[in-house]
């Protein structure tokens, strides 16, 4: 068949399932998860790769076939789902649930979940994505920026809060998006609250020019460049 003609480009928030029953009845099979790799991947219609030809076919076998250069494409070339013997809809519901909540998911609560054979499973699929993640254009955070910091580690007793024994200081900055919500993400380990090392992370991380939203932290107005 021909390539579809997406209307308009994917947006957060509007062409992804807000609610696990949404994404049920958008990714039902494999071939649904296909079609939305393929429109992903070829917002304004197939493109083969070699020759950047525009006319293709979809084959039996779920390639798309140029009718340039004959080259066989898959939607799936140089993705994490590249030759995978897991159904898609499998690696799409661990996407879900990765990014769905707001604390994202473990590997024992997604063996739980989506009844995998072993806790091993779970782990490995999610450590694909989270390397994808990780090796993604990291583009700094622009516009409307939110900061703060946060302690992370076990619980131990003793003083609590920054400067707690045992843990982690973790700076984290998120875009925030109008009328009500949020966009990217950045976090880091930072040695200290100080302004020295939050002015490390804002320049690493967001955008000169942006609006920075901060606690009362005396640290930030030095760090945002703001006195």
């Given at each position: 068949?021909e390539?579809p003609?997406?209307?308009?480009r994917?947006?957060?928030?509007k ?5 696990y029953a ?5 990714f ?10 393929d ?18 076919w979809?084959?039996?076998?779920s390639r ?8 066989r494409?898959?939607?799936?070339a140089g993705t994490?789902f ?7 809809t499998?690696?799409f519901?661990?996407?879900?649930h ?9 590997a024992?609560?997604l ?12 782990w490995?699929?999610?450590?694909r994505?989270?390397?994808a993640?990780?090796h ?10 939110e ?8 619980v131990?007793p003793?003083k ?5 024994a045992?843990?982690a ?6 875009e925030?998006?109008?009328p ?13 609250a100080?302004?020295?090392?939050l002015?490390?992370f ?16 005396a640290?930030?107005p030095g760090?945002?460049g703001?006195?």
């Amino acid at each position: 068949m021909e390539s579809p003609k997406p209307q308009h480009r994917p947006q957060v928030g509007k062409d992804y399932p807000k609610h696990y029953a949404d994404f049920l009845g958008w990714f039902p099979d494999d071939a649904a998860c296909l079609d939305y790799l393929d429109w992903l991947r070829w917002p304004d219609g197939f493109s083969c790769p070699e020759c950047s030809g525009n006319a293709g076919w979809r084959m039996n076998d779920s390639r798309w076939w140029c009718k340039g250069c004959r080259r066989r494409v898959s939607a799936t070339a140089g993705t994490i789902f590249h030759h995978t013997q897991t159904p898609l809809t499998v690696w799409f519901a661990t996407a879900w649930h990765m990014t769905a909540p707001k604390n994202g998911v473990s590997a024992k609560t997604l063996h739980r979940l989506l009844g995998f054979g072993s806790y091993q499973t779970a782990w490995a699929m999610l450590h694909r994505f989270r390397s994808a993640m990780s090796h993604a254009k990291h583009d700094r955070l622009s516009g409307d920026v939110e900061v703060d910091e946060i302690m992370i580690g076990g619980v131990r007793p003793g003083k609590r809060g920054r400067g707690s024994a045992g843990k982690a200081l973790v700076a984290v900055a998120v875009e925030q998006r109008q009328p009500k919500g949020f966009g990217r993400c950045r976090i880091q380990v930072i040695p200290n609250a100080e302004t020295g090392a939050l002015r490390s992370f804002l320049l690493a991380h967001v955008e000169p020019g942006s609006t920075i939203h901060t606690d009362g932290l005396a640290s930030y107005p030095g760090a945002a460049g703001t006195e």
